[in-house]
């Protein structure tokens, strides 16, 4: 009996990982007026209370200036947030992560503008 309660244990672990996927997309728009970054991480999940976004964050040259933990998604498609980020400059290289709850992970590069 003990070995199907391990086997079970260890078929769920890993059907859940088989459905866990990184976040397909990352969109942004720094409004140069507020200083503001406005980000939307596409994740389609089934189950956004489960499978989420479980942080995002603002990496500026380097390094790490903002980050924000979520305990579940806005809705089953997306993430949304905003940033205020008051010392950027469009000499600065600006990198947007955000993280699957479950796994993986994807970057991407911001454009401040001139």
């Known amino acids: 009996m003990k ?14 990982i088989a459905y866990a996927h990184p976040p397909k997309s990352i969109e942004s728009n720094y409004d140069p007026s507020d200083k503001t970054l406005s980000v939307t991480v596409t994740h389609p999940v089934g189950n956004a209370n489960r499978h989420y ?8 040259n380097d390094e790490l200036i903002a980050k924000k933990q979520f305990s579940e998604q806005d809705n089953n498609v997306s993430q949304n947030t905003v940033f205020v ?14 993280y699957c709850s479950i796994s993986g992970k994807l970057k991407e590069k911001v454009d401040i503008g001139k």
Request: proline share 0%; aromatic share 6%; no cysteine.
């Open 85 to 98: 980020l008051s010392d950027v400059t469009a000499q600065d290289t600006v990198i947007i992560e955000a």
């Open 3 to 16: 070995k199907y309660i391990v086997l079970l244990s260890a078929f769920l672990a890993l059907s859940q």
């Open 53 to 60: 976004i479980e942080k995002i964050e603002i990496v500026k």
